[in-house]
C-alpha cells in the first residue's frame, strides 16, 4: 500500500484525483463524465491510464454499477485529503491578495471612543479605504448579536457561563486609579490609608450595566446595583479591600465625574486612559498609589462565530498594536503609576 502513495505523489495530477472521486460518488463512468463534463469514452481511457500507471485496479465495474475496489477505497480517502487542501490553500492565496472590503459595525464607550478609539479606526480605515466603520458609542453594552455588531471596544472580560458563547481578547493592559486634584487635597488633606476614604469627598460613577455579564437583560439587571463600594486591589500583593465611600456628587457620566475632580469636588476613581494627561501635567495627584480598580483592562467583544472575515482578523491585529503598548502612560514614567 505505501508504494501506491509513493506512485501518486511521483506520478498522479489534481484531475486524476477529481476523476477518481466522481467515478466513485456517481457509481458508473456515464455519470462521472457528466459531472466532469467530459465525454465518457475520456473518463474510460483516462481510468485505466491511472490503474496502469498505478498497477491497481481500482474500481470493479459491472453492468449495473462501479465501486471501488480496496485499493480503490483507499485512493478515494486520501484524494478527499488532498483536494481538500488545495481548496483551503487556494483560499487562503486569494484572501491574502484580495484587499479587505465591506461593513464593520461597532460598539464602544463614550470616553474611551473619544478619547482613543475613534483616531485607531479612522487610521485603519485610511489603510483599508474600502472598508466602511460605523461607530456606535454608549454607556450599556447592547446585545452585539441582535443589534447587528461586530463587536465591542469594552472595559471587561466575559466571565462564567457566558464565556464560551462570546470571543474576548485584552487589547490592552488598564487601571482604575484614585486621583484628586491639588486644590482639593491642599483643602482636605492627602488620605494615607484606604479607611481615611470614609472621610472624604469621594465622585461616584453610576454607569448603567453589568460587568458580569453581555446580555441586555443581565446590564440591566446592574442598574440597581449599589454604586458606593469600590473593590480595589493592592499592587504588590494582590489583597482586594471593599471600601464603602460617599460624597455629594455622583453622575452615570465618567467624564463628568472627571470634570467634577479637576474641579477639586472630590476624589474620583478613574481609567488611566481617561486622566493619564491631567496626571501627566500636574492638574491631578494620584492618591494611594499602591491600590488599583481590578479587571479594568480593555478587551475585544463578539458573539462566537466559527469564521470570522478577513476585514474582522485585520481590524483587530490593528487595535492590538495601537493599544498593547498602552500609550496613554506617555508622559507618566517619572509618576507612581502601576
Known amino acids: 500500500m505505501m508504494q501506491i502513495f509513493i506512485s501518486i505523489k511521483d506520478t498522479m495530477e489534481r484531475s486524476d484525483l477529481e476523476l477518481v472521486l466522481a467515478v466513485r460518488d456517481q457509481g458508473s463512468l456515464t455519470a462521472a463524465a457528466l459531472q466532469l463534463n467530459v465525454e465518457p469514452p475520456a473518463v474510460t481511457k483516462r481510468l485505466a491510464a491511472l490503474e496502469a500507471r498505478l ?121 482604575r486609579v484614585m486621583a484628586a486634584s491639588p486644590d482639593y487635597l491642599q483643602r482636605f488633606g492627602m488620605p494615607l490609608t484606604l479607611d481615611e476614604l470614609k472621610n472624604h469627598d469621594c465622585l461616584q460613577v453610576r454607569e448603567n450595566g453589568s460587568r458580569n455579564g453581555v446580555s441586555r437583560g443581565s446590564a440591566r439587571a446592574g442598574i440597581n446595583a449599589r454604586f458606593n463600594f469600590w473593590t480595589l486591589q493592592h499592587r504588590r500583593d494582590k489583597s482586594l479591600a471593599r471600601v464603602a465611600v460617599h460624597g455629594p456628587l455622583s453622575s452615570n457620566s465618567g467624564e463628568l465625574v472627571r470634570d467634577w475632580g479637576l474641579q477639586g469636588r472630590g476624589i474620583m476613581l478613574r481609567s488611566l486612559w481617561d486622566i493619564a494627561p491631567q496626571l501627566a501635567s500636574g492638574r491631578l495627584i494620584h492618591v494611594l498609589p499602591e491600590w488599583t480598580m481590578p479587571d479594568a483592562d480593555v478587551h475585544w467583544l463578539a458573539p462566537y462565530r466559527t469564521d470570522s472575515p478577513k476585514r474582522i482578523r485585520l481590524l483587530i491585529d490593528h487595535l492590538v498594536a495601537q493599544f498593547s503598548g498602552e500609550p496613554w502612560k506617555t508622559g507618566l514614567k517619572d509618576q507612581a503609576v502601576p
Open 55 to 175: 498497477g491497481h485496479r481500482l474500481f470493479q465495474r459491472t453492468t449495473r454499477r462501479v465501486s471501488p475496489t480496496a485499493e480503490g477505497e483507499t485512493l478515494c480517502l486520501r484524494a478527499e485529503s488532498l483536494l481538500q487542501g488545495f481548496a483551503e490553500l487556494e483560499a487562503e492565496l486569494q484572501e491574502r491578495k484580495r484587499e479587505p472590503t465591506g461593513l464593520i459595525r461597532l460598539v464602544s464607550t463614550f470616553g474611551f471612543g473619544r478619547l482613543w478609539l475613534g483616531t485607531a479606526l479612522a487610521d485603519f480605515q485610511q489603510r483599508f479605504p474600502r472598508v466602511e466603520i460605523q461607530l456606535h458609542l454608549t454607556e450599556e453594552l447592547p446585545d452585539l448579536a441582535a443589534e447587528g455588531f461586530d463587536g465591542a471596544i469594552w472595559l471587561w472580560s466575559v466571565k462564567g457561563q457566558q464565556a464560551a458563547q462570546w470571543v474576548s481578547r485584552r487589547l490592552a493592559f488598564n487601571q
